[in-house]
């Protein structure tokens, strides 16, 4: 019996990886599943083995992509001390959600999917606002250890946060400068 190579990436992988990079490029309606199977250099049988319906290649990249944002979110709430100033631990926060690898794809992946929920894929709709929920409290979590203490401001904080990063998110296709971060950690910061 021949041993399994651990660093080979299963069918499943590289069909997801390629998936989110196609979806970035085209968008999930421009992206159908035999492009995905060209550009992963697989046959449509072994696509279609694992991915019959591209609904279920979109949720399994939604559950991908909101467990990485939760992950990154916790891990920040964790690194987060009582002298950490408020300004920096929002800018830390930022740049764990927009930047992976040195790359924006993820940002411009979540771009791609808050667009697919919003013109009708429901249940993308409802995994991402239950997602939203919990990426509030996160950071309101977060947001206490910085020191913050009146209740109002970190719910308010919280709640901007996401309307200022999606929006930039939005306006620049994913891609965002870290001028335009900054932007965002100093008006979350201001007194």
Same mark, same amino acid.
């Given at each position: 019996?021949?041993?399994?190579?651990?660093?080979?990436?299963?069918?499943?992988?590289?069909?997801?990886?390629?998936?989110?990079?196609?979806?970035?490029?085209?968008?999930?309606?421009?992206?159908?599943?035999?492009?995905?199977?060209?550009?992963?250099?697989?046959?449509?049988?072994?696509?279609?083995?694992?991915?019959?319906?591209?609904?279920?290649?979109?949720?399994? #990249?939604?559950?991908?992509?909101?467990?990485?944002?939760?992950?990154?979110?916790?891990?920040?709430?964790?690194?987060?001390?009582?002298?950490?100033?408020?300004?920096?631990?929002?800018?830390?926060?930022?740049?764990?959600?927009?930047?992976?690898?040195?790359?924006?794809?993820?940002?411009?992946?979540?771009?791609?999917?808050?667009?697919?929920?919003?013109?009708?894929?429901?249940?993308?709709?409802?995994?991402?606002?239950?997602?939203?929920?919990?990426?509030?409290? #996160?950071?309101?979590?977060?947001?206490?250890?910085?020191?913050?203490?009146?209740?109002?401001?970190?719910?308010?904080?919280?709640?901007?946060?996401?309307?200022?990063?999606?929006?930039?998110?939005?306006?620049?296709?994913?891609?965002?400068?870290?001028?335009?971060?900054?932007?965002?950690?100093?008006?979350?910061?201001?007194?």
């Amino acid at each position: 019996m021949g041993k399994i190579n651990a660093e080979r990436p299963s069918a499943q992988d590289v069909i997801l990886k390629t998936a989110a990079r196609l979806f970035t490029e085209k968008g999930v309606h421009g992206t159908s599943l035999n492009d995905i199977a060209d550009a992963a250099g697989m046959s449509k049988g072994t696509l279609y083995y694992h991915y019959p319906a591209k609904e279920q290649l979109v949720n399994d #990249i939604a559950d991908a992509h909101i467990e990485g944002a939760t992950d990154a979110m916790l891990l920040w709430m964790g690194g987060v001390k009582r002298e950490t100033p408020l300004r920096e631990a929002v800018l830390s926060l930022l740049n764990a959600l927009v930047q992976e690898n040195g790359e924006e794809r993820k940002s411009l992946l979540h771009v791609v999917l808050c667009a697919e929920a919003a013109t009708g894929n429901e249940p993308l709709f409802t995994k991402l606002s239950e997602a939203y929920r919990a990426w509030t409290v #996160i950071l309101e979590l977060g947001l206490l250890r910085a020191n913050v203490r009146d209740a109002d401001a970190v719910l308010k904080r919280a709640q901007t946060f996401f309307t200022l990063l999606d929006g930039y998110r939005l306006q620049n296709g994913g891609r965002l400068t870290g001028a335009q971060l900054d932007a965002i950690a100093e008006l979350l910061s201001e007194e």
